[in-house]
């Protein structure tokens, strides 16, 4: 619907809101993004006199993301709230914000970008809304993270009023329940429908009550076999009794806690699959390659406290099972000294968990033997989903209970697993590269040669559709903040100019979305004051090599190496920014008096990168290095550190109250800060991402502009000046980093509730009718075929 701009914007101040919009600077671009339109609105305020107070047009430009500029109008992307964007045009004379439909926006835009496109061009539209209306919809965008309590609400309700269907939806779901090839929960020959089951509960829970405390378990188990309650209830004569209470309460009196609490006590996982085919994948020295970070040290830790969480989970039910967990990706024949050409490797500290590797196959069926990028892994994805499939189903005697996969190419290989075993599927995107880039999508093609983004967006959109869940580790990278468009909000509508208009590309307001921090193993992460748990050897060894030994792995001999340490960690991604820091510490002579900068990043000698975005970001350091002349005040180490060796450098650096700082342009979320705070060592982190959700600012550590170097060193100076003269603000900082850290992000917290999502949209998936999911399905498999798969083939290297 249309709207007048009064109904956003006091009369007063409209006319000056008009003259700033019809006066921007439209000299290099046909699109201003929010951060400059504010920008702009700032020095236009400061530049004119006689202004009204302009508060109201301020509001309406803090929702402006985006304005294009056409020859006698403007087009405004107002996001009026998280999730939720209205497309307006605004002509020269007129007071009226029109509404343009998004096809329309999707169309202009399009041509804003390429005006050369022929004049026929049918560009294709992807539109999935209507496979939106299966299940149920959230309406409030506040809400969207959280969406297991909407999905509990709606079943429980569901329970109340349909009592008859759903009642029999649970009793099946119940009655076919079986965990490693046992059946477990109830006898359908014995217990035969809903109305005997809540008769054999009532005589259940009698019976319990009364030899609750003189019962023994396996003479009340026997009794109870014998009614058609099978294992599975309890490792207790109280636990069965209070699950069949539970029973009890959703049967005649459903809300949705308690059936949350029903079904979080059903054994329903024992077996899972992770699925990470690109990068390095291994225990030992790999951290730090190319593609190779957080998503390793994620999933090893999740499958490591997975694993521990289960057998917790399965043994409170009763059962003696253990659980296995395979952590699936690709076999890279050259090794490069990393342990990627083994086909099963053990997880150390587990019982049960494996790496499984499964090679990449040319068509011949040949064996692809050396590392391929993470942009261009495309085409070996769908043989690997078949070849991984016989594979899983070997090791696992059978079916896994369910499969989670990693980023975009893990995804997407879920979600085929997923569809031909049936099986629940999780999604993880740990980083959805489309707002990493700028303009990814619209200038796709300056990005094809080196990322194709026309692969992996589709590869995207499918996966993400078809998930029965996605867990993410913010709620910014569903939903971004109040200024700022979420990672997958940018799937909502898009253009890809000449190739796509995507006007429909996720549902945010679906309930799959739920938020769940990952934790670090505090094993290794623990803080630098707990002296006894460190070993005196390590540290003053690893001390060694992070301040003092000069070889082809280090560059830097430190003039006064009693200053502070500002230190960083991270991949030679551009993204990463390490040499945005470098440069801003290079013209700093505040900093570089006060300060010295330590970086553990890739290796020193470009030549040896095969990355060749890497390679350039090595080649950068060292002109950055000559260019500020920094050898006397910086250290850069350029070799794989261990994990653990990794986790006491944070702590050298808490040592002599150094800061930790992670620059990046854009961080989805940014372990190495979850790291830092565990392990006592104050941070700096980008306010573009997901760090804006780990720290509270100025409390538990603090949020920096990357791309506003003069603040950003500010800020750096400041704190450790300050400290200087004052070591407990210092202290205070790192006792809030720990804190927060080890409240809110712990690896138990994730576990239980990955555990809970796994069990209550397992029940889900199995109780809905989800024809309109099946439709959506044959849709994104004929996009797989007849898109995804020819793009892919042309880039087989
Ligand atoms: N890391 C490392 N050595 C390096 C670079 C990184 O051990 O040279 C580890 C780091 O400790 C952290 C992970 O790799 O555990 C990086 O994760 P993060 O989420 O910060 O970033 P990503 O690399 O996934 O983008
Ligand atoms: C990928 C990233 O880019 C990081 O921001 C995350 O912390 C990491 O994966 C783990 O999810």
Request: glycine content about 6%; some cysteine.
């Given at each position: 619907m249309s709207k007048p701009l009064n109904t956003f914007v006091d009369e007063p101040e409209i006319k000056y809101l008009r003259d700033f919009l019809f006066s921007l600077s439209w000299d290099d671009t046909p699109i201003i993004l929010h951060n400059d339109v504010i920008l702009a609105f700032q020095q236009f305020i400061d530049n004119s006199e006689d202004l009204p107070s302009m508060q109201t047009a301020s509001h309406f430009l803090r929702k402006v993301q985006e304005i294009l500029h056409l020859d006698d109008r403007l087009i405004i992307v107002y996001r009026n709230r998280r999730a939720n964007?209205?497309?307006?045009?605004?002509?020269?004379?007129?007071?009226?914000?029109?509404?343009?439909?998004?096809?329309?926006?999707?169309?202009v835009k399009e041509r804003l970008i390429k005006p050369d496109l022929p004049y026929d061009q049918r560009t294709m539209e992807l539109n999935l809304s209507s496979f939106y209306d299966y299940g149920p919809t959230l309406r409030d965008p506040d809400t969207i993270g959280n969406g297991i309590k909407h999905l509990n609400n709606y079943m429980s309700g569901h329970l109340a009023h349909q009592p008859e269907k759903w009642n029999n939806a649970l009793y099946e779901f119940l009655k076919l329940h079986h965990l490693h090839g046992v059946q477990l929960l109830l006898d359908g020959e014995v217990i035969c429908n809903t109305g005997q089951l809540e008769g054999v509960l009532e005589d259940a829970v009698d019976y319990l009550e009364r030899n609750?405390?003189?019962?023994?378990?396996?003479?009340?188990?026997k009794r109870l076999t014998s009614w058609g309650i099978l294992d599975g209830w309890g490792n207790s004569v109280e636990r069965i009794l209070e699950m069949m209470q539970l029973l009890q309460d959703v049967l005649e009196q459903p809300n949705g806690d308690t059936l949350e609490e029903f079904l979080a006590r059903i054994p329903m996982v024992s077996k899972a699959a992770m699925i990470s085919p690109h990068g390095w994948f291994g225990q030992e020295n790999v951290l730090g390659r190319p593609d190779t970070g957080g998503q390793v040290v994620y999933i090893l830790d999740q499958a490591k406290a997975l694993e521990r969480y289960l057998a917790k989970d399965i043994q409170l039910a009763g059962l003696n099972i253990d659980p296995k967990i395979l952590i699936i990706t690709r076999l890279i024949p050259e090794n490069e000294g990393t342990t990627s050409d083994q086909r099963l490797e053990k997880v150390q500290n587990t019982k049960n968990v494996w790496i499984l590797r499964v090679p990449f196959r040319e068509h011949d069926g040949?064996?692809?033997?050396?590392?391929?990028?993470?942009?261009?892994?495309?085409?070996?994805?769908?043989?690997?989903?078949?070849?991984?499939?016989?594979?899983?189903?070997?090791?696992?005697?059978?079916?896994?209970?369910?499969?989670?996969?990693?980023?975009?190419?893990?995804?997407?290989?879920?979600?085929?697993?997923?569809?031909?075993l049936g099986v629940i599927q999780c999604n993880i995107a740990h980083a959805l590269e489309k707002s990493k880039y700028l303009f990814s999508d619209l200038y796709w093609q300056d990005f094809e040669k080196e990322y194709n983004f026309s692969i992996q967006f589709i590869a995207d959109m499918?996966?993400?559709?078809?998930?029965?869940?996605?867990?993410?580790?913010?709620?910014?990278?569903?939903t971004g903040t109040e200024t700022s468009i979420g990672q997958y909000?940018?799937?909502?509508?898009?253009?890809?100019?000449?190739?796509?208009?995507?006007?429909?590309?996720?549902?945010?307001?679906?309930?799959?979305?739920?938020?769940?921090?990952?934790?670090?193993?505090?094993e290794i992460y623990f803080p630098y004051s707990r002296k006894k748990r460190r070993r005196k050897k390590t540290t003053e060894t690893l001390a060694e090599v992070l301040f003092e030994i000069e070889d082809d792995e280090s560059l830097g001999r430190l003039e006064n190496p009693d200053l502070p340490p500002i230190f960083s960690i991270a991949r030679l991604d551009r993204i990463k920014n390490l040499t945005g820091l470098m440069e801003a510490y290079g013209q700093s002579d505040e900093l570089r008096k006060v300060a010295n900068l330590v970086l553990?990043?890739?290796?020193?000698?470009?030549?040896?990168?095969?990355?060749?975005e890497e390679a350039e970001e090595i080649r950068k350091m060292h002109t950055l290095i000559e260019k500020y002349d920094l050898r006397g005040n910086i250290r850069w180490i350029g070799k794989f550190l261990s994990k653990e060796d990794t986790g006491e450098a944070y702590r050298i650096m808490a040592d002599r109250q150094g800061i930790f700082v992670q620059p990046a342009l854009f961080e989805?979320?940014?372990?190495?800060?979850?790291?830092?705070?565990?392990?006592?060592?104050?941070?700096?982190?980008?306010?573009f991402g997901g760090p804006v959700e780990i720290i509270e600012d100025n409390i538990s550590g603090f949020l920096i502009n990357p791309t506003d170097q003069v603040s950003m060193v500010g800020k750096l100076a400041d704190f450790i000046e300050k400290s200087t003269d004052d070591p407990s603000y210092w202290k205070r900082i790192s006792r809030k980093g720990t804190e927060r850290a080890q409240k809110n992000f712990t690896w138990e917290l994730h576990c239980r509730k990955l555990t809970r999502l796994a069990k209550v949209y397992g029940f889900w998936k199995y109780s809905i009718s989800q024809d309109a999911k099946v439709r959506l399905s044959q849709y994104c498999h004929l996009l797989y075929e007849l898109y995804y798969k020819e793009r892919a083939e042309s880039i087989r290297s």
């Open positions: 964007c209205r497309i307006y045009e605004l002509t020269q004379e007129g007071n009226i914000l029109k509404r343009l439909a998004v096809k329309d926006f999707l169309a609750k405390k003189s019962g023994t378990l396996e003479r009340v188990q040949s064996v692809v033997r050396h590392w391929i990028s993470r942009f261009r892994i495309w085409p070996y994805l769908d043989q690997f989903a078949v070849d991984v499939r016989e594979e899983l189903v070997k090791e696992f005697e059978g079916k896994p209970d369910l499969i989670i996969g990693n980023y975009s190419d893990g995804n997407l290989v879920a979600t085929q697993l997923s569809e031909k499918v996966s993400m559709n078809l998930a029965n869940f996605i867990i993410s580790s913010t709620r910014q990278e569903i909000e940018s799937y909502q509508f898009f253009t890809m100019p000449g190739l796509m208009h995507v006007i429909s590309g996720i549902n945010l307001f679906h309930p799959r979305f739920n938020v769940i921090p990952p934790g670090v193993s505090e553990i990043a890739s290796v020193l000698d470009p030549e040896k990168s095969k990355d060749l989805a979320f940014g372990l190495t800060i979850l790291e830092a705070m565990h392990s006592g060592l104050p941070v700096f982190a980008t306010q």
